[in-house]
């Protein structure tokens, strides 16, 4: 039985245990030969499991090592190494002090559309790039999520991950992931891909919003599947621009659920879709190459701000305004046209663009200046 203060494969100190699962308890270790803080996820087999069963729980076991080293995105948890103490299989990973999302939500409740796109955006983010790599989540679920106190949302525990290429060590008709939390079409026993992936995520986030789960939260597993696999949702009771974008990646058929990058990008910026949106028109490879530079919500926020100012000067100079004066005053005419008039008589050199200003007697009379296609208009004076 392992305990704290072990040490692990020579290295790692046992210092206490942070989390367990179905299939392993996680330790917060220290490394003593790189002199940092780690967490091993140390494989416990329950009792009663056959030889092929116990087989395939240590192929999950080094798989998802092999799967998360392929993966080096921020909101991912690393993986640095796989070893074993005895027969079993032991993963080093990036230690992340943080609580999960079902932990926070337990805790304080529904979260704000505000706190929801954040993790919403940095989850889809990782999520992307696992996409591109060919790696499919499968399991993606609140439980899963760990947010840190600085709000940084890492997507963790790649156990039931199947990446392109690998060979299938489920058994066979087994449903994969947690009932509450899958596609319908993964329900009614499809495999699970990348749509599926945007599914959970978007359920994960429903649940954010609302505090409970998009299809209850029952004990009976048998019951809460076939929900799931009826699409029986229940209906949202808050709304904003995250809930669109939820129930736009929680759609029934999978082919009309966004791309996961596209989901980064809409729930970075905390926008939604319109009903009659459709997925990203520019296509998915468009929207990996923004994921893959490492835009964040920030960034997008401050470019699409950035972008407003500069419609709102461009707008300014193509409207400039028309000052009306009560009569007897000298009639304003428009920056520009004052301008052009000092340059052209400051030195006597080159021809006036304008005739210079004539006496006032009464009144001022507008027309359209001669510029075409700029809308402008000038001030015009003249006597009757």
Not at 57 to 83: K, N, S
Request: charged share 25%; net charge positive.
């Amino acid at each position: 039985m392992t305990e704290q203060g072990d040490l692990i494969a020579g290295r790692y100190r046992l210092q206490r245990r942070i989390g367990s699962g179905g299939m392993g308890v996680v330790w917060q270790a220290f490394d003593e030969r790189l002199d940092r803080v780690v967490a091993l996820k140390h494989l416990v087999l329950p009792p009663g499991l056959s030889t092929e069963e116990a087989e395939r729980a240590r192929q999950r076991a080094v798989r998802e090592a092999r799967i998360a080293a392929r993966l080096q995105h921020p909101g991912a948890v690393t993986v640095h190494d796989v070893t074993e103490d005895g027969d079993r299989p032991v993963l080093v990973m990036e230690y992340v002090p943080a609580r999960s999302l079902a932990e926070l939500i337990a805790t304080r409740g529904p979260l704000s559309g505000v706190q929801v796109a954040q993790i919403g955006g940095q989850v889809a983010a990782a999520l992307a790039a696992a996409h591109q790599a060919g790696i499919v989540h499968r399991d993606v679920k609140p439980a899963n999520v760990l947010i840190t106190d600085t709000g940084t949302a890492k997507i963790t525990d790649f156990g039931i991950a199947r990446a392109h290429g690998d060979t299938t060590i489920t058994a066979t008709g087994l449903v994969v992931g947690t009932p509450a939390f899958l596609a319908p079409e993964v329900a009614q026993g499809h495999e699970p891909s990348a749509a599926s992936d945007v599914f959970s995520l978007g359920a994960t986030l429903y649940t954010a919003v609302e505090g409970r789960a998009p299809f209850g939260d029952g004990d009976n597993a048998i019951a809460l599947l076939h929900a799931v696999a009826a699409g029986q949702m229940i209906p949202p009771a808050h709304h904003g621009p995250i809930t669109d974008v939820v129930l736009h990646m929680m759609r029934a058929d999978p082919a009309a659920r966004p791309a996961m990058a596209q989901t980064a990008e809409r729930s970075a910026r905390g926008r939604g879709w319109s009903p009659s949106a459709g997925p990203d028109s520019r296509g998915p490879a468009a929207g990996r190459r923004s994921i893959s530079r490492g835009i964040s919500p920030v960034a997008l926020r401050t470019a699409d701000r950035g972008g407003r100012d500069r419609r709102r000067r461009a707008h300014r100079a193509a409207v400039p305004a028309v000052h009306l004066l009560r009569p007897g005053r000298q009639p304003a005419t428009c920056a520009n046209d004052q301008h052009r008039r000092r340059s052209a008589t400051a030195t006597g050199r080159g021809r006036l663009l304008r005739p210079a200003p004539r006496p006032h007697r009464r009144g001022v009379d507008t027309a359209e200046s001669g510029h075409a296609g700029t809308g402008e208009r000038a001030v015009r004076e003249g006597v009757e």
